[in-house]
């Protein structure tokens, strides 16, 4: 089983539906990320949460709002989707503390979002 | 504007020889550095990593170099294998505080 997963995989929707990404991990890590990826752009942070009590905007939210249920659980909400939040979105973990490694980051597979 | 940029969208190489990637910052105060490789279909898996304290760092068939003073870090692999053909990316961090991601780099190893 993977230790961040994301749901869904895949969704197709319509210009103003609210869309739910949901992240799930059960790597014990503290910190957690939503990511896009976009062609030529790379990935782009949307907002990222080093705990249950903080939540930070990262480079692209608006339009995107985020909750984090538990340690385990950080959700990405479109509360009005539009056409060019097609994207592939990624959640990601970390470790506070890990010595050398407390930087890398652990990916889900991706959640593939169509806005038409 | 981009803090991080990776300035070749992609790169072909043959089997066996060498691949560099290549990865530029503007902000001084990243103090850590990092390669991503990103298979279709799958998420981006961390590769190596370097701290600004250093100037080399290797494992296995994979090192990255660092020159601070022109704030340019690559990666190279050798000898390449067509097992590494994927999308790199190189990420920056300040004070373990989230990271910044380059734009990708498509690698192609060719038979």
């Known amino acids: 089983d993977a230790d961040v997963t994301q749901t869904p995989r895949n969704r197709i929707t319509k210009t103003g539906k609210r869309i739910m990404l949901e992240c799930s991990q059960t790597?014990?890590?503290?910190?957690m990320y939503w990511y896009r990826q976009d062609p030529g752009l790379g990935l782009r942070l949307i907002y990222y949460?080093?705990?249950?009590?903080?939540?930070n905007k990262g480079e692209i939210s608006d339009g995107y709002s985020v909750s984090r249920q538990a340690q385990a659980k950080f959700s990405l909400s479109l509360e009005s989707a539009i056409p060019n939040q097609t994207a592939l979105y990624f959640c990601?973990?970390?470790?506070?503390?890990?010595?050398?490694?407390?930087?890398?980051?652990?990916f889900g597979e991706g959640s593939r979002l169509t806005v038409l | 504007d981009q803090q991080v940029k990776q300035n070749s969208p992609s790169l072909s190489v043959q089997e066996g020889r060498i691949s560099i990637l290549n990865c530029d910052y503007t902000?001084?105060?990243?103090?850590?550095f990092l390669w991503y490789k990103k298979y279709p279909a799958e998420g981006p898996t961390f590769l190596i990593s370097i701290s600004s304290i250093k100037d080399k760092n290797e494992d296995g068939r994979f090192t990255v170099f660092l020159n601070k003073s022109a704030k340019h870090l690559s990666l190279h692999i050798v000898p390449s294998q067509p097992g590494d053909s994927a999308v790199y990316f190189c990420a920056a961090t300040f004070n373990t505080d989230k990271l910044i991601f380059g734009t990708g780099t498509r690698l192609q190893v060719f038979p």
């Open positions: 949460s080093f705990d249950v009590k903080d939540i």
């Open positions: 990601a973990t970390s470790a506070l503390h890990e010595g050398a490694r407390s930087r890398e980051l652990f």
């Open positions: 790597k014990g890590h503290d910190r």
């Open positions: 902000n001084s105060m990243f103090d850590y």
